[in-house]
C-alpha cells in the first residue's frame, strides 16, 4: 500500500512570494489532514478534510493560508503572502473513516528568508 | 477538553538499556491514545495506539505502552534501546482530532 504523497520536499522563498504544498492522502482514506510543525515542537493542526468538505479550520490563518480538497482526493495548501514565521515543516495524514490512526507522509520544510 | 503532557523533554540512555518516555493526559471522556516516533527529517510514523481494549499495547520495534487510568498515564517503555530508536517521540491524544505533546527528544549513547 502507497503511502501519503507530498512534495516538494524542500522550499526555499522570500517573504511576501507565495508557495503552494501538495498532498496525495493513502488510497481510500476519507480524511485528511495538514499540520505545521514548527522546530522544536509537536504539530499543530491547520485543516481537516472529510472527503472534500472542512471539518476543522479554527487554527489556520485564514488571511493568508487556504486550502482546497476538490475531488475528495488531493489536496494543496497555499501561503500568500508568505511570513518570516511561517518557516515549518508541513506535514499531511490520512485516515480512514473505520480507523482512527493517522498516517503521515514525509512533510514539505518551508523556509521562508 | 482534551490535554497530553510528555513530562521529559529529552532522554538519553545506553545502547541496550530500557526506555521510559512518559505521558500523561487529561480527558473528558475515555479517548485513544497514541505514540509516534520522529527520526530526522521523516514524517511522522505510528508506534502504537491504545482504544480501550487490552491495557498493555504492543507496537512496532519493540516498544509498548501501558494505560493507567488512574494514573492518567500512557508511558512508552522498550526492554532495551537501540542506536536507531534515537528520534523524537511524541503522545497524542484524541480521536478524529489529535491533541499533541511537545515531544521526547530520545537520545542513544554507544
Known amino acids: 500500500e502507497a503511502g501519503v504523497a507530498q512534495s516538494p520536499r524542500y522550499k526555499i522563498i522570500e517573504k511576501r512570494q507565495s508557495v503552494a504544498f501538495w498532498c496525495n492522502p493513502i488510497?481510500?482514506?476519507?480524511?485528511l489532514y495538514w499540520y505545521q510543525q514548527i522546530l522544536g515542537q509537536g504539530p499543530k493542526l491547520l485543516i481537516q478534510f472529510q472527503n472534500n468538505g472542512v471539518v476543522d479550520d479554527s487554527q489556520l490563518p485564514k488571511d493568508r493560508f487556504s486550502a482546497e480538497r476538490l475531488k475528495g482526493v488531493d489536496s494543496t495548501l497555499k501561503i500568500q503572502p508568505a511570513k518570516l514565521e511561517d518557516s515549518a515543516v508541513y506535514l499531511c495524514?490520512?485516515?480512514?473513516?473505520?480507523?482512527?490512526?493517522?498516517?503521515f507522509g514525509p512533510g514539505t520544510r518551508l523556509t521562508v528568508l | 477538553a482534551q490535554s497530553v503532557t510528555q513530562l521529559d523533554s529529552h532522554v538519553s540512555v545506553s545502547e541496550g538499556t530500557p526506555v521510559l518516555l512518559r505521558c500523561n493526559y487529561s480527558s473528558s471522556y475515555s479517548p485513544s491514545l497514541f505514540w509516534y516516533v520522529q527520526h530526522p527529517n521523516k514524517g511522522l510514523q505510528l508506534l502504537l495506539k491504545y482504544t480501550s481494549a487490552a491495557t498493555l499495547v504492543k507496537g512496532i520495534n519493540g516498544f509498548e505502552a501501558e494505560f493507567k487510568k488512574s494514573e492518567t498515564s500512557f508511558h512508552l517503555t522498550k526492554p532495551s534501546a537501540h542506536m536507531s530508536d534515537a528520534a523524537e517521540y511524541f503522545c497524542?491524544?484524541?480521536?478524529?482530532?489529535?491533541?499533541w505533546g511537545l515531544g521526547t527528544s530520545l537520545a542513544v549513547n554507544p
Open positions: 497524542a491524544v484524541g480521536n478524529r482530532k489529535l491533541i
Open positions: 495524514a490520512s485516515s480512514s473513516v473505520r480507523r482512527n490512526e493517522q498516517f
Open positions: 488510497s481510500g482514506h476519507a480524511t
